[in-house]
């Protein structure tokens, strides 16, 4: 996954407060974060949700704005920034004298975190002269020609194919059991964006028949047919499952 801008320094701010931001419950919570108590770092997500995707509508990102799951996306990632390393930005901010001013401060991490997924998306990707290989295209494990041993072509597919199930039911079971808040929850726990555990969500049984069919060796057509999709909603889910997989497994 492509790597987040500078750590959040929190001195970086438009200017310091001379009191303690107006919202006493959520510095609060910030401070039972730092102070490693586990019951508030749940009930800060809750508080700062709302404040946060308002912030995140009005980052200047171009057409990615237009995406109706972007501001959630961005919000994701702010909370993986609070959350790294043991909360370290939240202790850096809590142990500020005077405190910041709390919004200024929460702006900053929106935008680095909206930057973020904009280098994410496919053209803003930067090239790098050694990049890891990728997780393996669906097109490379319809061949018949198997090699024997562990990475073999058989092995390959099941591992794909047990991999992508694995995924749908987890998903399927936090969405059960959390309703809405499984996307965030999954994808802080996955470290992909939200959309792809919306995906499986939604469209789990749909990606695991495509699945099969592909590592069958049947033609989009011909899957499209049998599934009653389009030739399109094929391509479209073979699509979003190889995004899954380089977005759960390749570190770039």
Same mark, same amino acid.
């Given at each position: 996954m492509t790597a987040m801008t500078d750590p959040i320094d929190p001195t970086v701010l438009a200017a310091p407060a001379t009191a303690v931001d107006g919202?006493?419950?959520?510095? %609060? #919570? ?8 586990? +019951?508030?770092?749940?009930?800060? #997500?809750?508080?700062? /949700?709302? /404040? ?8 200047? *990102? ?24 043991? $909360? ?24 680095? =975190?909206?930057?973020?997924? @904009? ?17 393996? =295209? ?5 061949s018949d020609a198997a090699a024997p041993g562990p990475s073999s072509l058989p092995d390959k597919r099941r591992l794909v194919l047990s991999t992508v199930?694995? @995924?749908?039911?987890?998903? %399927? ?8 808040? %499984?996307?965030? $929850? ?5 470290? *992909?964006?939200?959309? $792809? ?10 990606f695991l028949a495509v699945l099969v069919a592909v590592l069958e060796g049947r033609s989009h057509v011909e899957i499209a047919a049998s599934l009653r999709? +389009? ?14 997989? $380089? ?6």
């Open positions: 919202d006493a419950q959520t510095w %609060a #919570l910030l401070r039972a974060v730092a102070a490693g108590d586990p +019951t508030a770092w749940p009930a800060l #997500l809750t508080r700062l /949700e709302p /404040e946060l995707l308002g912030f995140a509508r009005r980052q200047p *990102i171009g057409r990615l704005r237009d995406r109706d799951d972007t501001p959630r996306e961005i919000v994701t990632r702010v909370f993986r920034r609070l959350h790294a390393r043991d $909360h370290a930005a939240i202790k850096k901010l809590c142990a500020l004298d005077p405190p910041p001013e709390l919004r200024a401060w929460l702006r900053v991490v929106v935008r680095r =975190s909206a930057i973020d997924y @904009m280098r994410e998306a496919p053209e803003f990707e930067r090239a790098t002269a050694n990049r890891p290989d990728r997780w393996i =295209s669906l097109a490379t494990l319809t199930r694995e @995924m749908v039911a987890r998903a %399927a079971a936090e969405f059960r059991a959390r309703g809405d808040d %499984a996307f965030t $929850h999954l994808a802080l726990e996955w470290k *992909i964006p939200r959309i $792809h555990v919306r995906r499986l969500v939604t469209k789990g049984d749909q999709l +389009t030739r399109r909603e094929v391509e479209l889910t073979v699509r979003y499952i190889e995004e899954l997989l $380089h977005a759960r497994f390749t570190v770039d």
